[in-house]
């Protein structure tokens, strides 16, 4: 029983992203409106920056930024990885969060044009107009 | 199927993938380990090397536009196509005039309605457009505003130029750019905001940016260079190589902050009028 909780302890980062993806993952099915849906859809992106990010910590590091004087060049001074976070998963997240950011521009534009059109943003009530048609 | 069993079978969906997720986090690396295959393969040459390759502090910026030059380019134009995406969508470019206007009166603060099409403007310039749903005149917000915009368009041009050695780049600078005019698009109205930065240059704009970052990439092809290998810039900027990579990831984040900020901003014009570019916070 110890060794799964200290297992837990220490892997706690993997099970917070795996209850935002949960929550996420539910709205973007289970919710009948669409900006209930679209905002399923950006806390599930959330949880997969979190996820990344996550991964990139080591114990004791600092951010991935370099201590430096003036121009380049500085061969004597030591870089020790360990002394840095990953800047590898903070890269592609930076431009992840962009991305989500477009794409819900996208999304809500659509959720528009289906207002627009049906009046209305309950996907139950959608369905029936187009099965009317 | 009804939807009485959507909710219950979403719930169990849910459950089955998030413990098999939990059951495969089991065999992930403990958190904060030095030693994970993330930690492991590229990312000690990255934290090693970058400052000797392209004399770039900040790894994160080095690693974006020099290392991975190529999947940052591509995000760009995903962002430029989202922007695109919006606007084929939403703009309506042929509309209705309005039945009813509204105008105020500077000075008194009176609110005049005025019916029919005759009308496009009031005759006297103490009268200024404003909004069907009534958008109150707050004085207060104007003010506020108007002081917080320089200084937030300031600090994402510092983010913008600075990202070598401090947090920030492209991205970031121009989203608060960004941000910058969708405040004042809230705090005034979509008539004032389009005077300030007119809907083609938004456009424009954010083709620009993907322009810039492509044109680095393609110049360096012309000096015999990979693409995107900013050493090939070296001989007009007349630095040596390493420097003119620092440059060179520069002039791409300066493309990368236009073409988010011009973005940002289109969407949200599109998105808050409901492509008709008339009215809208």
């Known amino acids: 029983m110890g060794e799964i909780v200290s297992q837990i302890a220490a892997k706690y980062n993997y099970l917070a992203y795996i209850a935002l993806m949960m929550i996420g993952f539910y709205a973007m099915i289970a919710k009948n409106n669409l900006v209930k849906k679209i905002i399923g859809m950006s806390i599930f992106q959330t949880a997969v920056i979190l996820y990344y990010i996550s991964s990139a910590y080591k114990t004791g590091a600092g951010i991935p930024i370099l201590s430096h004087g003036t121009g380049h060049g500085h061969g004597e001074q030591v870089i020790r990885a360990a002394d840095y976070i990953n800047p590898l998963p903070h890269v592609l997240m930076l431009t992840a969060i962009v991305v989500s950011v477009a ?30 048609k | ?46 934290i090693q090397k970058s400052l000797e390759e392209t004399s770039v502090p900040n790894i994160v910026t080095a690693v974006l536009a020099d290392y991975r030059g190529f999947d940052t380019m591509f995000e760009t134009t995903v962002v430029f196509a989202a922007g695109l995406a919006c606007l084929l969508l939403l703009r309506v470019f042929r509309t209705k005039p309005p039945a009813t206007r509204y105008f105020r009166h500077l000075p008194t603060g009176t609110v005049v309605e005025v019916r029919g099409n005759g009308l496009k403007r009031m005759p006297r310039d103490d009268f200024a457009p404003i909004d069907s749903d009534w958008v109150p005149d707050d004085l207060i917000n104007r003010t506020a505003c108007r002081i917080m915009i320089p200084f937030i368009q300031l600090f994402g041009l510092y983010v913008i130029a600075h990202g070598h050695h ?15 005019l969708i405040l004042l698009a809230l705090s005034r109205d979509l008539r004032f905001t389009k005077t300030r930065l007119r809907e083609s240059s938004t456009g424009l704009m954010s083709a620009l940016g993907v322009f810039i970052y492509a044109g680095v990439g393609a110049f360096c092809l012309l000096s015999g260079f990979n693409f995107l290998d900013y050493g090939g810039l070296a001989g007009i ?24 900020m011009a973005t940002m901003v289109l969407i949200y014009n599109n998105v808050a009028s409901g492509g008709r570019m008339e009215e809208g916070l």
Request: charged share 15%; glycine share 12%; proline share 6%.
């Open chain 2, 166 to 180: 401090s947090p920030g780049g492209g991205f970031q600078g121009g989203v608060i750019l960004g941000a910058a």
């Open chain 2, 1 to 46: 199927m009804s939807p009485k069993f959507i909710k219950p079978l979403a719930a169990g969906l849910v459950f089955l993938a998030g413990s098999v997720l939990a059951y495969a986090s089991l065999e992930f690396p403990d958190w904060g380990d030095g030693n994970s295959p993330a930690a492991t393969h590229v990312s000690p040459h990255y």
């Open chain 2, 237 to 260: 900027l007349m630095v040596d190589p390493v420097t003119a990579r620092s440059l060179g990831i520069l002039f791409v984040e300066i493309g990368v902050g236009l073409a988010v």
């Open chain 1, 103 to 132: 794409t819900l521009g996208v999304a809500l534009a659509l959720a528009i044009r289906i207002y627009d059109r049906h009046k209305t943003l309950e996907e139950d009530e959608i369905l029936e107009q187009l099965k009317e």
